[in-house]
């Protein structure tokens, strides 16, 4: 088990929100509150220098509004948490492939866009937390338009999950393999299978599943 695995299920992952839309930052602060007991939100603001001068920064992951007004490249922003440990979640009320790709390619571990449900936000500040990338499936599909038909870009992550499971693993083992909760397993499975639909193939059976990681080499088939 990793480092990064033990601190997923282990001690709670210290999380910031930087929005400056107030209303939005204490929505989803409650939001994110509810819906996942091992996140712990240290900081909630409304501004870049606010996050840089809180006393619990360095945080494990920031959940940050791509748009703030206040002339400062996101990318310089990502490179600033890098330097200092932090993973990037950026958040946005655009989904453009253009927008979505420069921010990946600065060194964002994630892209939501804010209509998200709460469930969406947690698995990508959990995927951030152990240097996964994370995409909704729509937006992924967006980035590889024209390319239905095609096998979807997978996470290192979810090619380790779909290859326990389709290779005949229950969930609960597949969770304890790669050090992570049951919950956040059945989360990984279900990005697969939406990511499948939308590129056109039906994997909602465990031995579909099987057959597509086969078929697209994620999965040795067994003599």
Excluded: C
Excluded at 9 to 34: F, K, Y
Excluded at 84 to 92: F, N
Excluded at 202 to 213: E, H, P, S, Y
Aim: charge should be negative; charged fraction near 20%.
């Amino acid at each position: 088990m990793t480092n990064a695995a033990v601190t997923l299920i282990g001690n709670p992952i210290r999380l910031a929100l930087v929005d400056d839309h107030r209303m939005l930052l204490g929505a989803l602060t409650e939001w994110i509150r509810g819906a996942a007991d091992d996140i712990n939100m240290v900081a909630a603001v409304t501004t870049w220098p606010e996050l840089l001068t809180h006393p619990e920064f360095p945080v494990d992951v920031v959940l940050l509004d791509l748009d703030l007004k206040d002339n400062i490249p996101v990318s310089l922003k990502i490179s600033t948490l890098k330097t200092a440990g932090v993973k990037t979640v950026l958040m946005s009320t655009y989904s453009e492939p253009a927008l979505v790709r420069e921010a990946l390619a600065a060194g964002a571990l994630g892209y939501l866009v804010k209509t998200e449900e709460a469930g969406t936000i947690v698995d990508a500040i959990h995927a951030a937390n152990v240097g996964e990338s994370y995409i909704s499936a729509e937006l992924d599909l967006a980035l590889h338009s024209g390319s239905a038909g095609t096998s979807p870009r997978l996470s290192s992550q979810e090619r380790r999950v779909m290859a326990l499971y389709g290779a005949g693993e229950p969930v609960k083992a597949v969770a304890h393999q790669l050090g992570i909760s049951e919950e956040t397993a059945k989360s990984y499975l279900k990005r697969i299978r939406e990511k499948y639909r939308l590129a056109g193939f039906d994997v909602g059976t465990k031995v579909a599943l099987r057959k597509r990681a086969i078929q697209d080499g994620i999965l040795l088939q067994s003599d």
